[in-house]
Every structure is written in structure tokens, then in C-alpha cells.
């Protein structure tokens, strides 16, 4: 009986550890990402990019356009896009 009650005991423990690696640990990932910064980038393209997916050029939650002319990491390499919609 005492057996048994420390194995269900250990399963929870267990169940208890799964939840926390598999679903809490993911979720606190996601809500803290990590800040990206022109050099993050291979080229401006690309940063305009991530900058539009991003809420720009209305929201730069990055930081990436600095003069808030609409388009990010203008110092940055070619290609370039200095568009101001994804679509
Ligand atoms: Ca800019």
C-alpha cells in the first residue's frame, strides 16, 4: 500500500516536470525575445523585412530605424528594400 502511493506520487512528480519543460519553459521563451540589431542581419532586405513582420514601420519594438524614415539598418549591405509594405 505505502508502496504504491510513493510510486503514484513519483509519476505526478514526474507528469508535474514534463508540464513544466514542455509547456511553461517554451511560453517564457517566446515572451521574452531577444532584441535584434542591424548587425543581426546579413543585409538591409532583410532587416526591412524583419522590421515590417515586426509592426514597422508604425511599431520598431527593435530599434531598427533610428531616423523613423520607414526604412531599418540603412547602413547595412545589398540587396536592399525600402519598401514600406510586405505586400
Ligand atoms: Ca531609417
Do not use: W
Not at 31 to 45: E, G, I, L, N, T
Request: a positive charge.
Amino acid at each position: 500500500m505505502f508502496k504504491s502511493t510513493r510510486k503514484v506520487l513519483a509519476a505526478a512528480a514526474g507528469a508535474a516536470l514534463i508540464v513544466l519543460v514542455v509547456v511553461l519553459l517554451p511560453a517564457a521563451a517566446s515572451a521574452q525575445r531577444r532584441d535584434m540589431d542591424c548587425p543581426d542581419f546579413s543585409s538591409q532586405k532583410s532587416a526591412q523585412i524583419y522590421f515590417l513582420k515586426h509592426g514597422g514601420p508604425r511599431y520598431d519594438p527593435d530599434r531598427l530605424d533610428a531616423d523613423h524614415d520607414g526604412i531599418a539598418c540603412e547602413d547595412n549591405p545589398a540587396p536592399y528594400f525600402y519598401g514600406k509594405r510586405l505586400h
